[in-house]
C-alpha cells in the first residue's frame, strides 16, 4: 500500500500559511505527523480531518459571537 504523504510546504501550500507556520501546528501535535529518521511527514487524510475540524471549531465560535451580538443589540439602553 502506497501512501503519498506531504512535506511541510506541501502542507503550508494546502493551508495558504508559511513553511515555519506549518512545521510549527506540526511540531505542536495539531497536525498529526509521521516521522522517518528526520523526515516530518502528513497524511493526506490527517490534515483533510485538521481542516474539518478547525472550520466546525470555527463556525461554533462565529455562532457564539453572532448570539452575543443580538443579545447585545436587544438590552434597551438606560
Known sequence: ???NLL?????AEI???SRSFAY?????GEIPTVRF???VRVRPEDLERYIHER?????KESEVKN???KKDKRVSPL
Do not use: T
Open 1 to 3: 500500500m502506497e501512501e
Open 7 to 11: 512535506k511541510g510546504g506541501e502542507v
Open 15 to 17: 493551508l495558504h500559511v
Open 24 to 28: 510549527l501546528l506540526m511540531s505542536r
Open 37 to 39: 529518521g528526520n523526515a
Open 55 to 59: 472550520s466546525i471549531k470555527d463556525l
Open 67 to 69: 448570539r452575543a451580538r
